[in-house]
C-alpha cells in the first residue's frame, strides 16, 4: 500500500500555491508535513482528498489515480481530520458513528456499533459518548475528529495540525495512539505539526516545504538544523540526550 505524489502544482487564481510537490508513503509509515503557516500544507491535504481539483500533477493511491476516484471510494480510502472542527447539537457517540457511513446506506450494523465502541475506548472518551459537540473544548473537540477519522478504517490517515488544541498529556496520547493504529494495521499517516520535537518522536520521515516547495524529503535521522533554519528562517541547535534529539531555537534570535 502506498501513497504517490508526482509534481503536484496548484494555483490560486495567479499565485501558485504548490510547484511540483512529489513524495512518497508506504504502509506503516508516518510523514510529518513541516514548514511555517501558509506554505501550502493545507492546501495539499484538500488537493489529496479531493477538495481542491483543479491541480496538476498526479496523486496514486495503492496504484488507483485518486483524481478519479467518485467521493464514496475517497470516503473509504482516505480520512481527513482538519484544523477546525465544527461543533453541532450531535452526540459524541453518533459524530463518531458518521465515520463509519461510507460502509452502510440506511442503517448501521452491530459491526459498525463495535467500531465506535472500541475507538471511544483507545481515546478514553466513554465519558463523553452523550455529550453533545456543543458542549467540548477544543481538545475534546479534536479528540472526536480523530476518533471519526480511525473508525473510518482508511488506507490513508490526514491530519492538519492534529495536536494543536491538546495539552501535553493528550499530545503524546494521541500520537502514540496514532502510531500505534498505523503499525497494527499498516495504513499511511500524513500530518501538518509545528512543534518539530513533538514531530521527531513520532514521525518516521519529515517533508519539509518552502514558498510552496519541497525542499527536504528526509528520514528520522536526516533532519538536521540547516533544513530547520531554511524553512523557519530561525536558527536552531541540535541536542542530543541518549537516543533524544531536540531543536532548540538560539536565545540571540530576535522577535518578530
Not at 496523486?59 to 485518486?66: A, I
Not at 473510518?152 to 488544541?165: A, R
Not at 503499525?183 to 518552502?210: G, P, T, W
Not at 537516543?243 to 536565545?251: A, C, G, N, P, Q
Request: charged letters at 25%; proline letters at 3%.
Amino acid at each position: 500500500m502506498t501513497l504517490n505524489v508526482e509534481s503536484l502544482t496548484f494555483h490560486y487564481g495567479s499565485r501558485r500555491i504548490l510547484s511540483d510537490v512529489s513524495f512518497r508513503v508506504d504502509a506503516g509509515e508516518i510523514v510529518a508535513v513541516l514548514g511555517p503557516n501558509g506554505v501550502g500544507k493545507s492546501t495539499l491535504f484538500r488537493c489529496l482528498i479531493g477538495i481542491l481539483r483543479s491541480w496538476r500533477g498526479s496523486v496514486r493511491l495503492h496504484g488507483g489515480n485518486v483524481a478519479a476516484f467518485p467521493a464514496e471510494k475517497i470516503a473509504q480510502k482516505i480520512a481527513y481530520v482538519p484544523q477546525r472542527i465544527e461543533t453541532s447539537s450531535l452526540s459524541v457517540f453518533d459524530a463518531i458513528l458518521l465515520g463509519r457511513k461510507p460502509y452502510f446506506t440506511w442503517f448501521a450494523t452491530s459491526k459498525d456499533y463495535e467500531a465506535v465502541e472500541d475507538i471511544l475506548g483507545r481515546l478514553e472518551l466513554e465519558s463523553f459518548a452523550s455529550q453533545t459537540l456543543d458542549r467540548l473544548s477544543g481538545g475534546e473537540l479534536q479528540k472526536v475528529a480523530l476518533a471519526r477519522a480511525l473508525v473510518q478504517e482508511p488506507e490513508l490517515l490526514i491530519l492538519d495540525e492534529p495536536t494543536n488544541s491538546l495539552d501535553m498529556k493528550n499530545q503524546v496520547g494521541i500520537l502514540s495512539l496514532l502510531r500505534n493504529i498505523v503499525r497494527e494495521r499498516k495504513i499511511m499517516a500524513l500530518l501538518s505539526i509545528h512543534d518539530i520535537n513533538v514531530a521527531m518522536r513520532y514521525a518516521d520521515r519529515f517533508l519539509l516545504l518552502r514558498q510552496g516547495n519541497v525542499i527536504a524529503d528526509v528520514r528520522h535521522d536526516g533532519l538536521d538544523s540547516d533544513m530547520i533554519e531554511l524553512v523557519y528562517g530561525l536558527p536552531v541547535h541540535i541536542h542530543s540526550l541518549g537516543h533524544t534529539v531536540s531543536f532548540v531555537i538560539e536565545r540571540s534570535t530576535k522577535p518578530c
